[in-house]
């Protein structure tokens, strides 16, 4: 669902509308990249050990064994990048409700 218009005037005014219409309005709410970085840092461990097992097979298992604050270093280093690198030019709309255009509505929009 596409939420594109910030006021009900602009729905009403850029669309053929009609008394009845529902549409949706709801509330914008800001993203930010390390919403997105969750479970990375496993990802490059498992990576890691999949493409050392490749090379030497099952002397690789279990490696890298790492401690949770250098996890946490790894995972603060993805965050930084993502935040650096990747701007987020979305967003994502919450409490969502519909919404009947009136008589009113469509007058209002003239």
């Given at each position: ?59 690789a298992d279990k ?8 996890k946490a270093v ?37």
């Open positions: 669902m596409l939420f594109n218009y910030d006021d009900l005037q602009d729905v009403v005014e850029n669309n053929d509308l009609e008394t009845g219409t529902t549409v949706y309005h709801g509330t914008t709410k800001r993203l930010f990249p390390p919403q997105f970085t969750k479970f990375m840092v496993a990802n490059v461990e498992d990576t890691m050990n999949l493409r050392a097992e490749d090379v030497v097979g099952d002397v490696w890298p064994k790492t401690s949770f604050s250098e790894l995972q603060a280093f993805i965050d930084a990048w993502a935040e650096t690198y990747c701007p987020i030019t979305f967003h994502q709309v919450v409490n969502t409700q519909p919404y009947t255009i009136t008589v009113m509505d469509i007058e209002d929009a003239k």
